[in-house]
């Protein structure tokens, strides 16, 4: 049955950036869908999405950390294999962005995008490879790229992150082939403009009004709802042949 397909019980999982936005709503979707979850990110707030998935019935452990901190990340992964014996599923959602245009930009701010986004997903996804290949477990490793990844942002100046993003695009089709062998699937998503930064709903007078809906064929921002459908996907087992892609949910900003 389909359902049993997309069901995620008895396995665990590992969400970065999941204070808020994305990764929260992708963490609590994981949980509804069966899955223990392990919620990571530099932010305190994190233990209120730990506690909202104990409220749907699923255990949680919360974690402030650095994503960037390789001791941070193992130590990540040992605490569910203390508490839960294995590793099955890793969201690396975590990041952050600047808006600098290039000629101005300091070397130190442009390092600091690529590390996050970049470098930091690395850190998580081969943590959680490592754990996955010597506990012999056939995981599920998604990361969160952007639209970003395939344009360049306008009018905002954005070289850095679009640089980044581009990365983790590669970074998953690379180790979706190094890990076949373990069966170990890595897929990325590419967000366009999804609605993070404010938990205030827009006015239905304010709804399409900025460029950014207007240059979206939907004509609205995304919500982070609206990717809770395709992680639990990627992470369960009705994706078993699906490794090395990249799904991009913009409402269309990129088919132009």
Not at 17 to 26: E, F, L, N, R, V
Not at 140 to 157: K, R
Not at 229 to 245: H, I, K, Q, R
């Amino acid at each position: 049955m389909i359902f049993d397909k997309m069901s995620l019980a008895s396995k665990t999982a590992v969400v970065t950036g999941a204070a808020h936005g994305i990764g929260k709503a992708c963490a609590l979707a994981l949980a509804q869908a069966g899955a223990d979850v392990m919620v990571v990110d530099i932010n305190e707030k994190v233990d209120d999405t730990a506690e909202e998935i104990r409220q749907i019935g699923r255990k949680a452990i919360s974690m402030t950390g650095d994503i960037t901190d390789e001791k941070q990340m193992t130590e990540c992964m040992n605490r569910v294999l203390r508490e839960w014996d294995k590793v099955d599923i890793c969201f690396c959602n975590a990041g952050t962005f600047q808006d600098i245009p290039a000629e101005d930009m300091p070397l130190e701010e442009f390092e600091r995008v690529i590390r996050v986004n970049l470098t930091g997903a690395f850190i998580t996804a081969r943590a959680a490879g490592k754990t996955m290949i010597e506990r012999g477990v056939p995981g599920s490793i998604v990361l969160t790229a952007s639209m970003s990844g395939h344009i360049a942002n306008i009018p905002q100046c954005q070289c850095a992150y679009n640089a980044s993003k581009a990365g983790v695009i590669m970074l998953g089709k690379s180790l979706a082939v190094e890990w076949a062998r373990h069966g170990i699937r890595v897929n990325t998503i590419s967000p366009g403009y999804i609605r993070t930064w404010s938990d205030e709903p827009l006015k239905p007078e304010e709804v399409g009004t900025s460029n950014f809906e207007q240059w979206t064929p939907l004509r609205r921002f995304g919500q982070a709802e609206e990717l809770q459908g395709l992680v639990v996907y990627l992470a369960g087992d009705a994706s078993g042949f699906v490794t090395g892609s990249d799904y991009v949910i913009d409402g269309g900003y990129t088919a132009f």
